[in-house]
């Protein structure tokens, strides 16, 4: 049962415009949300988070932004850049008949931009 | 601040053999979480760890095993290695009560 879905393996898109990535969730007691960006052979790399309490977060050229209600949450890169060509985890926690510090990954998308 | 350290970055093993991976959290971070990422499956949880006590546990078979030490710093181990080990482990820490959890560069072991 995955719990986080990136339903989109790969996105493509073209240096300077908007990347925005996907992610859904279906268990109700996930009340924080991360993104990662992950280059191959490489530890995933802190993004951006949101606590459930917001429905958008900014930083920088990245804002995350939550909608509870119908359990999605997405990522904006505005302006995208070459550099920013990996792969994208959307991840969650919350208290689930233990502690929260558990992290349930999507299966990730894989971003290229093309300069 | 250093980042997460995890040693060591890559080994091969044969079927049967047992493996211990190493990770130094960051210093101060007192939480220590570990993952498996295989192709076919993603990042999967395998079990946390603060203050030397398990606090969660992925569905993993008890062949997979932790601890933590007093200086926070942590080993996971895998005994009678199956094929199907092998895979990128990544280990994260962080610093309670929050939740942003930092990553290691993660081991790559080989099972043959």
């Known amino acids: 049962d995955q719990q986080v879905k990136q339903n989109s393996p790969s996105l493509s898109v073209q240096e300077g415009r908007i990347s925005i990535l996907n992610c859904d969730y279906t268990n109700s007691m996930f009340d924080y949300f991360l993104w990662y960006k992950k280059y191959p052979a490489e530890g995933p790399t802190f993004l951006i988070s949101?606590?459930?309490?917001?429905d958008k977060n900014e930083d920088g050229r990245f804002t995350v932004f939550l909608n509870k209600s119908a359990k999605h949450l997405s990522l904006h890169i505005v302006p995208s850049q070459p550099g920013d060509s990996a792969v994208y985890f959307c991840a969650a926690s919350g208290w689930s008949g233990g502690s929260n510090y558990k992290l349930t990954f999507g299966k990730g998308t894989l971003l290229t931009v093309n300069p | 601040k250093a980042g997460v350290t995890q040693t060591p970055r890559y080994l091969i093993k044969t079927r049967g053999q047992q493996v211990t991976l190493s990770c130094s959290p960051i210093s101060g971070h007192r939480s220590v979480s570990w993952y498996q990422q295989t192709p076919g499956q993603g990042l999967q949880f395998l079990f946390e760890y603060f203050s030397e006590t398990q606090r969660n546990k992925g569905n993993f078979p008890g062949r997979f095993s932790g601890r933590q030490f007093s200086n926070s710093r942590s080993e996971m181990n895998v005994s009678t290695l199956e094929l199907g080990d092998s895979a990128l482990y990544l280990c994260?820490?962080?610093?309670?009560?929050?939740?942003?959890?930092?990553f290691g560069p993660g081991t790559r072991l080989l099972v043959l």
């Open positions: 994260a820490s962080s610093l309670p009560p929050q939740e942003t959890q930092y």
């Open positions: 949101i606590s459930s309490i917001k």
